[in-house]
């Protein structure tokens, strides 16, 4: 938990604007009702009673999409807005990941942080402006030897060239080279074939 307790201090900030409360009509719950929020009156000794934490990533160094953390706030207003489904669950809302000097620091932040709630059977949910953090959600199931199973959701396959910088274009290349070879299996929903190339249509074929 020490370990949990810091990487809280240091890389988390809750940006307010988004109250938890008088949001429901009368007699009714709305999710907002059911989400605890990362304050630094918060008892990191409790975490481990959460099923789920909500994670905001707005760094958008790496993707075209220059939404940053305005973005990641109408998703939980809407979020909020709605009422549960599963009444027994508890979810904590841990803020925005803060982002580092460069982008490969949030990328080693958002690894550490996802790792540490992994371990305490924490289900993470990341609100993020690109898919290049996918590579830091898949590196935080390595570093604990993990195998993982990835879906995407996605008109493209974001292999890229193999030589590429890391983009949200690109990040699925790294994976699949990934020494540790932990991804164990990949599925991508809704890719149009004429968005694809041949040629990654067949690397991916015979891989999985």
Do not use: C
């Not at 949990?4 to 940006?15: H, K, Q, R, V």
């Amino acid at each position: 938990m020490k370990i949990l307790s810091e990487i809280l201090d240091s890389y988390l900030e809750y940006p307010g604007g988004i109250s938890n409360s008088n949001w429901g009509l009368a007699g009714s719950m709305k999710f907002a009702e059911k989400v605890d929020v990362l304050t630094d009156k918060f008892d990191v000794e409790t975490i481990g009673d959460y099923d789920i934490a909500l994670i905001g990533v707005g760094d958008d160094r790496n993707t075209n999409n220059k939404t940053s953390f305005s973005g990641i706030k109408k998703i939980k207003e809407a979020l909020f807005d709605l009422y549960p489904v599963n009444s027994s669950m508890k979810i904590i809302d841990l803020g925005n990941l803060k982002s580092g000097v460069n982008i490969d620091d949030t990328y080693f932040a958002l690894k550490d942080l996802l790792s540490e709630l992994l371990k305490v059977n924490i289900v993470p949910v990341i609100m993020g402006v690109g898919h290049d953090l996918t590579y830091a959600q898949y590196m935080a199931y390595a570093k604990d030897n993990q195998k993982v199973n990835l879906t995407t959701i996605d008109n493209k396959l974001d292999l890229g060239k193999i030589d590429s910088e890391m983009s949200s274009s690109t990040y699925l290349s790294r994976i699949i080279l990934d020494d540790g070879e932990y991804l164990f299996n990949y599925t991508n929903l809704g890719y149009q074939k004429f968005l694809v190339s041949q040629e990654s249509i067949d690397l991916m074929s015979k891989l999985y």
